[in-house]
T-cell receptor
Framework: DAKTTQPTSMDCAEGRAANLPCNHSTISGNEYVYWYRQIHSQGPQYIIHGLKNNETNEMASLIITEDRKSSTLILPHATLRDTAVYYCIVRAEKLTFGTGTRLTIIP | EAGVVQSPRYKIIEKKQPVAFWCNPISGHNTLYWYRQNLGQGPELLIRYENEEAVDDSQLPKDRFSAERLKGVDSTLKIQPAELGDSAVYLC???????????FGEGSWLTVV
């Protein structure tokens, strides 16, 4: 599976949009971009995934660049409950986690 | 609909003792995964089942770890004997089929003292 690069940590003000970047320059044509998050003492929670097109669901939006070498997860109106570690994963068959981005929402 | 259910939630054992974790996947999910997560790191795959067959156990330390998924539904992960370095969160996950979205349970927190 392709490797991803994410910032170690980010802060975002409550009520603002949180934009989490992810680089995956070695992604292959059949590999999906998945995002999970993990709140302390809980299991990873699925957020969203995409292949080529931008995707949106009730939790977030996923913007994938045209060359597919990077993507951005957008939480449109961050709340304190969005404080978590966010994992960007490029997946063919396996789901291989990195160390993720620790997002802190500031009141 | 119930998610992935794991038990026990927390377990503290002395080193050299055995321990077992149980997982009930989402109903109808054929693929089941066991992951291990060490403190401050992302989860790492231990084993993947397609129905009752272990199709990827390359990362499972087979000298002390074993797993089974009888009848292709529930699964058990066992460690015998446990070592101090086995302290971690053991996560079970499932998906409809390999390649579908994977959903995780809350995890079983193991502390070996």
């Amino acid at each position: 599976d392709a490797k991803t690069t994410q910032p170690t940590s980010m802060d975002c003000a409550e009520g603002r949009a949180a934009n989490l970047p992810c680089n995956h320059s070695t992604i292959s044509g059949n590999e999906y971009v998945y995002w999970y998050r993990q709140i302390h003492s809980q299991g990873p929670q699925y957020i969203i995934h995409g292949l080529k097109n931008n995707e949106t669901n009730e939790m977030a939006s996923l913007i994938i660049t045209e060359d597919r070498k990077s993507s951005t997860l957008i939480l449109p109106h961050a709340t304190l409950r969005d404080t978590a570690v966010y994992y960007c994963i490029v997946r063919a068959e396996k789901l291989t986690f990195g160390t993720g981005t620790r997002l802190t929402i500031i009141p | 609909e119930a998610g992935v259910v794991q038990s026990p939630r927390y377990k503290i054992i002395e080193k050299k003792q055995p321990v077992a974790f149980w997982c009930n996947p989402i109903s109808g999910h054929n693929t089941l995964y066991w992951y291990r997560q060490n403190l401050g790191q992302g989860p790492e795959l231990l084993i993947r089942y397609e129905n009752e067959e272990a199709v990827d156990d390359s990362q499972l330390p087979k000298d002390r770890f074993s797993a089974e998924r009888l009848k292709g539904v529930d699964s058990t992960l066992k460690i015998q004997p446990a070592e101090l370095g086995d302290s971690a969160v053991y996560l079970c996950a499932s998906s409809g089929n390999s390649g579908n979205t994977i959903y995780f349970g809350e995890g079983s927190w193991l502390t070996v003292v």
